[in-house]
């Protein structure tokens, strides 16, 4: 039976820590597993999930975290493969509808989609926003030339 909004967030990184913290303020239930203890420490003393230290790669790990009850897990270690595996595996093994997972790679992106998992791409990102600041800093200049005109 799946838990309604039990999220597993695997990697407590930048991203990880701030997206386990967000969801727990917002009152969901979150499980955040990290091999390395110490990555805990980037969580808020207000974050009311739980922890789990250990390798999401490895079944036991992510059995241990229930993962058959998650409605979404969300894969943001710093290894792509990592990433793709503990995806492939919530998603074919266990079905979890929602499955995201972070990509250094966006030439990879193809391998995701195939599985039905969600991806966000860093570099991908941060283009889409750069160009979007330059177009409309590019406007803002176009805007005063015709008010100086
Ligand atoms: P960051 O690079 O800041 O996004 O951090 C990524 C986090 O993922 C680090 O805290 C790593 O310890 C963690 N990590 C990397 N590989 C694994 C893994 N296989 N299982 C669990 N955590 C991992």
């Not at 009152?27 to 969580?43: P, Q, S």
Request: charged letters at 25%.
């Amino acid at each position: 039976m799946k838990i309604h909004n039990y999220t597993i967030i695997i990697g407590c990184g930048r991203l990880g820590a701030n997206l386990a913290n967000t969801l727990s303020d917002n009152g969901e239930d979150v499980l955040i597993i990290d091999k390395n203890r110490e990555a805990f420490r980037k969580l808020s003393p207000a974050f009311g999930g739980l922890s789990l230290q250990g390798d999401a790669t490895d079944l036991d790990v992510l059995q241990e975290a229930q993962i058959g009850n998650a409605s979404a897990v969300v894969a943001v270690t710093n290894h792509d493969n990592a990433n793709i595996l503990t995806a492939q595996i919530a998603r074919e093994m266990f079905h979890i509808e929602r499955v995201i997972a972070r990509l250094y790679d966006p030439e990879r992106e193809y391998v995701y989609r195939e599985f039905g998992i969600d991806t966000i791409c860093p570099a991908v990102l941060s283009v889409k926003e750069i160009d979007k600041i330059l177009s409309r800093t590019e406007i803002s200049k176009d805007s005063m030339q015709e008010v100086a005109q």
